[in-house]
């Protein structure tokens, strides 16, 4: 059954801790995305990575790290400098961007973060 | 890059069509539109895309003018299970950078009532 999957779905960090958010995709897909969301409001693209190796940030990096080692993996590590981390975060995978290509996204079911 | 301006919300009933209407005044010759439907604490999902003229799936229809500054989404015979954020990204495939398909706004929230 081909998709893409987050986990936890929920997660509680202390002050100062680092906590790392995961996320697969069998899709083979090449492409992957981090994206922010805060209530009532849209998706805030924070990394995303268009090949194994190598990521880009997003509008709001900032207090955040990823890694791509593997195709089918894309951690999310909200680290201590992140002081506002309480957020929903979504994962997304799609084709590679390449020229004409449609660029669809799909999407995980979301990991909740909430500060202790 | 393509900004893209929604309405914030829309109300309908159960049964009605529902037309959301998306201005991308800037788009370029390359873009794409698509559309995606988020309910509550999940991830969104792809419901259509275009490129000009009219599309159509088993779901929504998305009519494109021919000078492609605005899109409309439409939902034929709404349920309860309709209610949900639609967003509409409008962007090109190209490889690097901020692409407007990664730019998801704040979308419209439709509310369907009994």
């Known amino acids: 059954d081909g998709g893409i999957t987050q986990s936890p779905k929920y997660l509680f960090r202390k002050e100062g801790q680092n906590v790392t958010l995961s996320c697969e995709q069998n899709?083979?897909?090449?492409?992957m995305y981090w994206y922010r969301q805060d209530p009532g409001q849209g998706l805030r693209l924070i990394y995303y990575s268009q090949i194994v190796n190598d990521f880009q940030k997003g509008d709001i990096a900032e207090g955040y790290s990823v890694s791509r080692e593997k195709k089918e993996s894309f951690p999310l590590t909200v680290t201590s400098a992140q002081k506002n981390p309480t957020a929903f975060y979504l994962c997304a995978s799609s084709i590679a961007l390449e020229r004409g290509a449609k660029n669809i996204q799909y999407f995980g079911a979301g990991t909740r973060l909430s500060v202790l | 890059l393509a900004k893209t301006t929604q309405p914030i919300s829309m109300d309908s009933y159960e049964g009605q069509e529902v037309n959301i209407t998306c201005s991308h005044n800037n788009i370029a010759t390359n873009d794409y539109i698509t559309w995606y439907q988020q309910f509550p604490s999940q991830g969104p999902r792809f419901i259509i895309q275009g490129y000009k003229t009219k599309v159509t799936n088993e779901v929504a229809s998305l009519f494109i003018p021919a000078d492609r500054k605005s899109s409309t989404l439409s939902l034929p015979r709404v349920s309860l299970s309709d209610t949900a954020v639609y967003y509409c990204?409008?962007?090109?495939?190209?490889?690097?950078?901020?692409?407007?398909?990664?730019?998801f706004g704040k979308g419209t929230k439709l509310s369907v009532k009994p």
């Open positions: 990204l409008v962007g090109t495939g190209r490889y690097g950078g901020s692409q407007g398909n990664l730019i």
């Open positions: 899709l083979n897909h090449d492409a």
